[in-house]
């Protein structure tokens, strides 16, 4: 892992009727998080959203001597990036009591991993309903029950989603001296590599989305890339565009993973079937560049062994 710089990773992900992310919406109406292109609306789930879910997805995976404190009250986390991995990975502010007035402060880490909003990539209104719940409650009456009716935003969308991780900075602490920058390792380079294998094996394995008690759906990758990179950059994440319905602009594919290979970044590409109406058109891109298109599980473990 000595001469990567970074790891950049982008999905798509077709879900069935659900709502990942609710807006602000009313008290009875629930609606889908909306943006617009040109005056259509698309459906998103906040960057936020997303990193609870990828934070959560790593949580449940930990090992019986790994450490992943729980926020308090009032939001705050441990700030210990030696023990714990949550802190080292998504990076925190703090606060600092000091013993005389005017001491103290914040301690702030930078997030190591990056993580974008979901965009929906069809139109919301063409691929869209409204369910209707009842919230069923006891009233003191034995054996009566009441129920408000409640109207709840339903979709079904292809997502694109990305992550990127700061290598250099997992595990690492910034040192600044005589105005100079360096990183002084706090956790050893075995436990870094363990920690970013972490977060890519945690993609595979989102599930703590909203809604899911009534309206289960899958959120991991159908169609992903992933990028072990020379030089840092987010460029991946301008890779896949739908176009014309359903299909990718795989004109786009081939320029960005173009793009990339003139760094000498290594690619790698999953897909699965269904989920784009050219994937034909795909596959024969990725064949012709020698990208041997995998299932986006297998995609993930090879970016790994490449790490590990």
């Not at 997805?57 to 441990?78: H, Q, S, W, Y």
């Not at 169609?223 to 840092?232: D, E, N, S």
């Amino acid at each position: 892992m000595d001469n990567i710089k970074g790891i950049s990773v982008v999905w798509l992900s077709k879900v069935d009727l659900t709502n990942l992310n609710s807006g602000e919406g009313e008290s009875n109406y629930i609606d889908v998080k909306k943006y617009k292109i040109d005056g259509v609306e698309y459906p998103y789930v906040s960057g936020q959203a997303m990193r609870y879910y990828l934070k959560e997805a790593i949580r449940r995976n930990l090992d019986n001597n790994e450490f992943m404190c729980v926020p308090d009250d009032k939001g705050e986390t441990c700030a210990n990036i030696d023990s714990c991995i949550g802190c080292d990975l998504f990076g925190f502010m703090t606060t600092q009591k000091g013993s005389k007035r005017g001491e103290g402060g914040a301690l702030t880490r930078v997030s190591p991993v990056k993580v974008s909003p979901a965009i929906g990539l069809l139109p919301f209104y063409q691929n869209s309903t409204v369910d209707f719940l009842t919230r069923r409650h006891r009233t003191q009456e034995i054996g009566k029950l009441e129920g408000d009716i409640v109207n709840i935003e339903i979709g079904s969308n292809i997502y694109k989603a990305g992550i990127s991780i700061d290598v250099i900075r997992v595990g690492n602490e910034e040192i600044i001296s005589d105005r100079s920058l360096s990183f002084e390792s706090i956790v050893g380079e075995n436990e870094s590599k363990k920690r970013v294998r972490k977060v890519l094996e945690s993609i595979n394995y989102l599930t703590d989305y909203s809604k899911q008690s009534r309206l289960l759906t899958d959120f991991t990758p159908d169609i992903i890339a992933i990028a072990l990179q020379t030089r840092y950059s987010h460029r991946l994440q301008k890779l896949f565009e739908i176009i014309e319905g359903r299909k990718l602009n795989v004109k786009r594919v081939r320029d960005v993973l173009q793009d990339l290979r003139a760094n000498n970044d290594k690619i790698f590409m999953g897909l699965i079937t269904g989920v784009i109406e050219n994937e034909g058109e795909l596959i024969d891109l990725l064949n012709e560049m020698k990208l041997q298109p995998k299932t986006p599980f297998e995609a993930i473990n090879e970016a790994i062994k490449e790490i590990v």
